[in-house]
């Protein structure tokens, strides 16, 4: 079984030269899970490329933090959307074999 690595907020901040309080609003608006651990914010380093996208957003592109807000929930549903085409294709695909049987 795989362990999580988690990386210090801090870290992340001095790395990409953001406020805290962006990390803390991305977190409130639930488009990152942080654990916090002896009053020490940190991600698991699974969900670092999400949290890394949305802060080049913000400091690359200069969107501001609502910006991120609505992209951060339409990436969401690209990828919801994405995974049941997927789950739809596959149901397709096992009729179509039963059907090329007979």
Not at 2 to 15: G, P, R, V
Not at 53 to 77: C, M, P, S, W, Y
């Amino acid at each position: 079984m795989k362990t999580n690595s988690f990386i210090q907020i801090e870290q992340i901040c001095l790395h990409y030269h953001v406020e805290e309080s962006f990390i803390h609003y991305l977190h409130e608006l639930g488009h990152i899970e942080l654990r916090i651990e002896r009053n020490t914010y940190s991600i698991a380093e699974e969900h670092l490329k999400g949290l890394e996208r949305l802060i080049l957003f913000h400091t690359d592109l200069q969107i501001n933090r609502e910006g991120i807000d609505v992209i951060a929930h339409l990436l969401n549903k690209i990828t919801t959307l994405q995974e049941e085409l997927n789950a739809s294709r596959n149901k397709g695909m096992g009729w179509n074999q039963f059907q090329d049987k007979e």
